[in-house]
């Protein structure tokens, strides 16, 4: 079931009354069966894998709160993560692993004739696994007390509104809310409306507006100019943003109406400065869990593992054997000739190297994350580097603005315009379903013989595109100054304003035959 359909307002009109109607257990219970439900109007029999891991995790937490003797404990976590990233493995990577050795027998001379598994890819599984996962870890470390009560963990995992895509919400945040019911607030239910208004703005009438024109783009770049494919591009980058971060303000505000305060997971982020910055402010869920859970044990700032450069080296000889991207040898030989000189030199360098090698094994893990594909692989590289080389010229580059004696804004406008290009850069890598397709649309807009908006086909798509994106544009740029979530409940006059120009907009420019979020495949 999806947000944006028949089914789930009809579900939601049911639920939302009932909802309010029960109390303790039969709230909960509520919860817990309307949550399965929703999974199981996609394919009831993935609901199997949620109980499982639900079990799973709920019993080594029992048993966590049980012992401690330290041997004991870690076994128990590696129980847990062994069992969730097992099924998360085969699920999503195991054709993708099979299909990349056999690439790796031709190449030695072998020919492997056997035929890969058609699997197909729970919704959601990504991040229930990771918010089920990070109970356990937290558990282990002693950081929150064991859940005793099966209901309230079975739907602190399984809660509807997020399940599927997000945002991730950790044990420490979610479960506390459900010791005691929420309460019916008529201000809860304004505010979290406007936000699941706001979504649906995103959703419908940005992400899925430009959604055809940015797939005609990438299906076949070759027959299509360079000012096309440079705007199909550009489209992408708030196709991709307002189809995930509408998703997030939609179940953000639909838990805020049931009485649960979600963390916020998208904050403007393509008014970003530098890349640290951008990923505290995209998906931002999921950047502080990869921070917290992989980037801090690896060493984060302060120090390093050598186990930083295993999984570099392994991931530079698996791409470079299996795909032929020579081009990569010389980038990875000069981040191995970077680390090597840091390494030559004092502690304090030496924390540098390890630093950048833990960024690039979190971006590449990062990206893997994402999907099974080499492109994903890439994209995760391409943000590693640029955090990488953000930290040996930043200082410079803003060394070099000071002695232009640049303009604040003229300086602010520079660093968000070279941010959002090279991830626009990277979303090329992304979107595309091979490094041919990617490499296709680049070298379309580098053929600037075509850079002219007489050459686009389509021209009211795209003018209308240009509006909906001007507008999410105005409401962002003001909401950097202003928070319109306290305004609308300060002056009832600008919410009813406010809340009627986005349902216009949504039924005037809103697109409704599209039946997914881009974020469900992973």
Not at 46 to 74: H, N, P, W
Not at 509 to 521: L, P
Request: proline share 3%; with cysteine.
């Amino acid at each position: 079931m999806i947000f944006n359909s028949i089914p789930f307002f009809i579900f939601i009109g049911i639920f939302l009354p009932l909802y309010f109607a029960l109390r303790g257990k039969a709230r909960l219970w509520l919860c817990l069966i309307a949550s399965y439900f929703f999974y199981g109007w996609w394919d009831y029999r993935f609901l199997s894998l949620i109980v499982i891991s639900t079990a799973l995790d709920y019993l080594v937490g029992l048993q966590l709160g049980k012992t401690e003797e330290a041997t004991a404990r870690k076994r128990l976590m590696l129980l847990s993560m062994a069992v969730n990233l097992g099924f998360l493995a085969f699920f999503k990577y195991f054709n993708f692993f099979a299909d990349s050795f056999a690439d790796v027998l031709v190449s030695v001379g072998f020919e492997p004739s056997w035929h890969t598994l058609n699997i197909i890819l729970p919704v959601g599984i990504s991040f229930y696994t990771f918010q089920s996962m990070s109970y356990t870890i937290d558990v282990w470390k002693k950081e929150i007390p064991v859940e005793k009560n099966f209901l309230r963990f079975a739907t602190f995992i399984s809660f509807f509104p997020q399940l599927v895509a997000g945002p991730i919400v950790r044990a420490s945040e979610f479960l506390p809310q459900f010791q005691s019911d929420r309460k019916f607030d008529w201000n809860r239910i304004i505010s979290g409306s406007g936000q699941m208004l706001w979504g649906f703005f995103k959703k419908v009438a940005v992400a899925d507006s430009l959604a055809p024109f940015v797939d005609q783009c990438f299906a076949a770049p070759d027959t299509f100019s360079s000012m096309h494919l440079f705007i199909g591009v550009l489209f992408y980058s708030f196709q991709i943003y307002c189809d995930f971060s509408g998703y997030s303000d939609i179940a953000i505000g639909l838990a805020r109406m049931m009485g649960f305060d979600f963390p916020e997971n998208f904050r403007t982020p393509y008014f970003s400065q530098d890349f640290s910055e951008f990923w505290k402010r995209w998906h931002i869920t999921l950047s502080s869990w990869l921070g917290d859970y992989l980037y801090i044990p690896l060493g984060g700032n302060r120090n390093g593992s050598f186990g930083s450069i295993f999984f570099i080296g392994l991931f530079s000889v698996f791409a470079i054997g299996v795909t032929g991207w020579m081009w990569l040898i010389p980038a990875f030989l000069l981040i191995y000739a970077g680390g090597y000189y840091y390494l030559r030199q004092g502690k304090k360098q030496k924390a540098k190297t390890f630093t950048m090698m833990n960024l690039m094994v979190t971006m590449l893990l990062g990206g893997l994350w994402h999907g099974s594909s080499y492109v994903f692989i890439l994209w995760g590289f391409l943000h590693g580097a640029y955090l990488i080389f953000q930290r040996i010229l930043g200082p410079g580059f803003g060394k070099l603005l000071d002695s232009l004696h640049t303009p604040s804004w003229l300086r602010m406008g520079i660093n968000v315009a070279i941010v959002f290009s090279l991830t626009s850069l990277a979303w090329v890598f992304f979107r595309s379903p091979d490094f041919e397709t990617a490499m296709s649309v680049l070298s379309g807009i580098a053929n600037l013989e075509t850079f002219t908006f007489g050459s686009v086909i389509h021209k009211f798509v795209v003018l209308k595109g240009v509006f909906v994106v001007g507008i999410l544009l105005m409401v962002e740029a003001s909401d950097l100054k202003f928070n319109y979530q306290e305004v609308s409940l300060r002056k009832p006059i600008f919410r009813v304003v406010t809340y009627t120009l986005l349902l216009l907009l949504i039924a005037f420019m809103g697109t409704f035959d599209s039946d997914a979020f881009i974020y469900f495949q992973f």
